[in-house]
């Protein structure tokens, strides 16, 4: 998350973007990064994450105003929608769960008692319970993104501190602390709280967010980091003009800053392309964006899901309709993301606003992706030789959306895809 709260309350995000331009970080591209020399080559691994984590996290729907009641409801609502066993087990404080604003130099990190009366580790332990996990936010600052007491300085008490709670996973976000810094600064302060959590023996995933500056994925699964954000904050929007407050990525957006980043990608190591929109219909109380449609949050999920990216829900897990419960739950495309082969799609074809993604799949069969970018109907069409490389004679195709196969085929499969739609299929080679 790098929605400054601190500084929208003055000028809104657009003062942030004229920070980081004035710092020579642009607000729509990452620095160059710097040569570091002073680091050795770590290979840090947690062992953990090893497909892509699934989840909700509080902030896109939510911001600060998290308490313990939203927590308890939102784990119970999962377990009982079907969420918590279609592989989202992951519960996730974002910011303002900190009991005091202000720097981490005039105030402990504490949690606040009136919104988390019990307490944390009651949380963690009315997740782990009913079998799922809990998540926390902190940053490599004196302060946080919204304003609250940092753990610069602190991370080894902060680590032992969440492990005392039960923390199965951890945001550490850098944003305003370290906007104008080098790389070399922002990969050393990560990488004491990755030591610090490793020391501890408590099976945390980390999450190093930077929002794709530094090009934090050149180095962030060296320092022990599980994901890694890959750009800004996501709007919740499918295709915006440009960027929202010279800042936002919409969907289209992310996909487009993302796709090249596959070689980065590996099971324990993932390229984040943002928290999830789908179900917030332009009601969040935090991110800018005016919603997308149902056809349009489906293209997001289906390709956070050939992207490997991780599934973490921001909307109101309480409050989910038929179709959007339907989006999220979906096996096989959840299967698509969770491929123990743990690989990111690739873009195998460009046809302009017509654009084939795909990806082999450990049981060796392809996950193709048919985006089409454009507002109007088109038939697409894939050739498994010509755009997979493959020498296979016929395939046979199954739709994951309509859960149904579509044939075995000789010739390249043409299907009608409509306007903002990904079709996403499963390509297997026929036993004969």
Request: hydrophobic letters at 40%; aromatic letters at 10%.
């Amino acid at each position: 998350m790098m929605t400054l709260l601190k500084t929208v309350r003055l000028t809104g995000m657009a003062a942030l973007a004229a920070l980081a331009l004035g710092s020579g970080v642009h607000a729509t591209e990452p620095a160059s990064p710097e040569k570091i020399t002073n680091f050795e080559a770590l290979n840090m691994s947690n062992g953990l994450a090893k497909t892509p984590p699934m989840g909700w996290s509080s902030w896109n729907g939510f911001g600060v105003a998290i308490n313990e009641k939203l927590v308890i409801e939102t784990i119970d609502a999962m377990v009982e929608n079907g969420m918590r066993d279609a592989g989202y087990v992951y519960v996730n404080l974002d910011d303002g769960w900190q009991r005091y604003e202000g720097s981490r130099e005039d105030h402990p990190l504490e949690y606040d008692p009136e919104k988390f009366p019990r307490g944390i580790k009651y949380l963690a332990d009315y997740a782990h319970e009913r079998g799922m996990k809990l998540g926390i936010y902190s940053g490599p600052g004196k302060d946080t993104c919204a304003g609250y007491t940092g753990s610069a300085g602190h991370e080894a008490e902060d680590a032992a501190m969440f492990a005392s709670w039960g923390i199965d996973h951890l945001k550490y976000d850098a944003c305003c602390s370290h906007v104008n810094e080098s790389a070399e600064v922002v990969r050393r302060d990560f990488l004491t709280m990755s030591k610090a959590l490793i020391a501890e023996k408590q099976d945390v995933v980390y999450h190093t967010c930077h929002c794709g500056w530094t090009n934090v994925w050149e180095w962030a699964g060296d320092i022990g980091a599980n994901h890694w954000r890959i750009g800004q904050d996501i709007s919740d929007d499918f295709d915006y003009p440009e960027n929202r407050e010279q800042y936002y990525f919409d969907v289209l957006d992310m996909i487009d800053r993302g796709v090249e980043l596959g070689r980065y990608a590996k099971p324990g190591q993932w390229n984040d392309f943002d928290m999830l929109i789908v179900g917030l219909d332009g009601k969040s109380k935090t991110l800018v964006g005016a919603g997308a449609s149902n056809i349009e949050y489906r293209t997001h999920f289906s390709m956070w899901a050939m992207l490997a990216s991780p599934l973490l829900v921001g909307s109101d897990i309480r409050d989910l309709d038929r179709y959007t419960l339907e989006t999220l739950t979906n096996k096989e495309v959840i299967a698509i993301s969770q491929d123990a082969l743990g690989l990111q799609a690739e873009k195998v074809r460009d046809d302009g606003d017509h654009e084939i993604y795909a990806k082999e799949l450990s049981d060796g069969s392809w996950a193709v992706a048919l985006l089409n970018r454009n507002g109007t109907t088109v038939d697409m069409t894939v050739s498994w030789k010509r755009d997979l490389g493959l020498q296979w004679e016929r395939a046979t195709v199954r739709d994951l959306w309509d859960h149904e196969d579509k044939g075995t085929y000789d010739i390249p499969y043409t299907v009608e895809v409509i306007g903002h739609e990904a079709k996403i299929l499963r390509l297997s080679k026929p036993a004969n």
